[in-house]
Nanobody
Framework: QVQLVESGGGLVQTGGSLRLSCAPSRSISSFYHLGWARQAPGKQQEVVASSHTDGTTDYTNSVKDRFTISRDNAKNTVYLQMNNLKPEDTAVYYC?????????WGQGTQVTVSS
């Protein structure tokens, strides 16, 4: 079973930055869709950023101009650069990906933003 493994989460003060990374646990077919979702306690999961094969990206309104998604196709790796973090960004962040064989999710990494 292929797993997506996230890293880079942690505790940061308001206004700080973090960079999340996500890569598969073993080599598999190239991903054509990559992204990040998050879930805070008591709230529904939301997709915060996604990246498509044609280079287009999508962001939820609350993170536009602060978060940047990028990818390294040679490594099948996706990144999320998070700047000017706010307490409302506190959540477990999950990466997701899709290739010709199916959809994959990571187990999540905790991001906590203190005031």
């Amino acid at each position: 079973q292929v797993q997506l493994v996230e890293s880079g989460g942690g505790l940061v003060q308001t206004g700080g930055s973090l960079r999340l990374s996500c890569a598969p646990s073993r080599s598999i077919s190239s991903f054509y869709h990559l992204g990040w979702a998050r879930q805070a306690p008591g709230k529904q999961q939301e997709v915060v950023a996604s990246s498509h094969t044609d280079g287009t990206t999508d962001y939820t309104n609350s993170v536009k101009d602060r978060f940047t998604i990028s990818r390294d196709n040679a490594k099948n790796t996706v990144y999320l650069q998070m700047n000017n973090l706010k307490p409302e960004d506190t959540a477990v962040y999950y990466c997701f990906a899709a290739n010709v064989w199916g959809d994959y999710w990571g187990q999540g990494t905790q991001v906590t933003v203190s005031s």
